[in-house]
T-cell receptor
Framework: RKEVEQDPGPFNVPEGATVAFNCTYS??????FFWYRQDCRKEPKLLMS???SGNEDGRFTAQLNRASQYISLLIRDSKLSDSATYLC????????????FGKGTKLSVKP | DAGVTQSPTHLIKTRGQQVTLRCSPI?????VSWYQQVLGQGPQFIFQ???????GRGNFPDRFSARQFPNYSSELNVNALLLGDSALYLC???FGQGYGYTFGSGTRLTVV
């Protein structure tokens, strides 16, 4: 079983649509969670951290449910520029301190 | 402020050769991690260094090694290259756990 699993995608949506990505993680020791965005042939870039209380940054809302080991990302009013691969990430912290990435979900926003 | 810088950006090597990849973290970041990303997959953790000490190692063979220098820059070495080592190698730096990591633009290694 993969440690971080994401919706396989791809998601093809029209401009203005609301799209939701889901992610589950298997290791309850994971301490921090993030969503990264990766454009084609570019490096991943931090989109936002994910907190149990939920957090919002403009059109983006992230949520963490520790009991269900579930993470979500909601994008409202999709823009063409949102087209990218979205990576769900768990940080084990502690002595390992490494990031575990999901395979990513590709989003294509169409005019 | 300069971001995470990696060199070289692209590299072509033949099977059996050795390669050294370099990374300079963001100023003030003491944690450096290395990741391998093959096409269609998320990045896979290789090593993490903090204050010049290895803090984590992923599931990679002993052909992969790394080190961190007093100025917190880092090198990743891969010996006896295989075709399967062809990938984008990413370096990331951070203040520490929980802060999120900033990635460099990567070194694209092709083994022929």
């Amino acid at each position: 079983r993969k440690e971080v699993e994401q919706d396989p995608g791809p998601f093809n949506v029209p401009e203005g649509a609301t799209v939701a990505f889901n992610c589950t993680y298997s290791n309850s020791a994971s301490q921090s969670f993030f969503w990264y965005r990766q454009d084609c042939r570019k490096e991943p870039k931090l989109l936002m951290s994910v907190y149990s209380s939920g957090n919002e940054d403009g059109r983006f809302t992230a949520q963490l449910n520790r009991a269900s080991q579930y993470i979500s990302l909601l994008i409202r009013d999709s823009k063409l520029s949102d087209s990218a691969t979205y990576l769900c990430v768990a940080d084990y912290g502690g002595s390992q301190g490494n990031l575990i990435f999901g395979k990513g979900t590709k989003l294509s926003v169409k005019p | 402020d300069a971001g995470v810088t990696q060199s070289p950006t692209h590299l072509i090597k033949t099977r059996g050769q050795q390669v050294t990849l370099r990374c300079s973290p963001i100023s003030g970041h003491k944690s450096v991690s290395w990741y391998q990303q093959v096409l269609g997959q998320g990045p896979q953790f290789i090593f993490q260094y903090y204050e010049k000490e290895e803090r984590g190692r992923g599931n990679f063979p002993d052909r992969f090694s790394a080190r961190q220098f007093p100025n917190y820059s880092s090198e990743l070495n891969v010996n006896a290259l295989l075709l399967g080592d062809s990938a984008l190698y990413l370096c990331a730096s951070s203040f520490g756990q929980g802060y999120g990591y900033t990635f460099g633009s990567g070194t694209r290694l092709t083994v022929v």
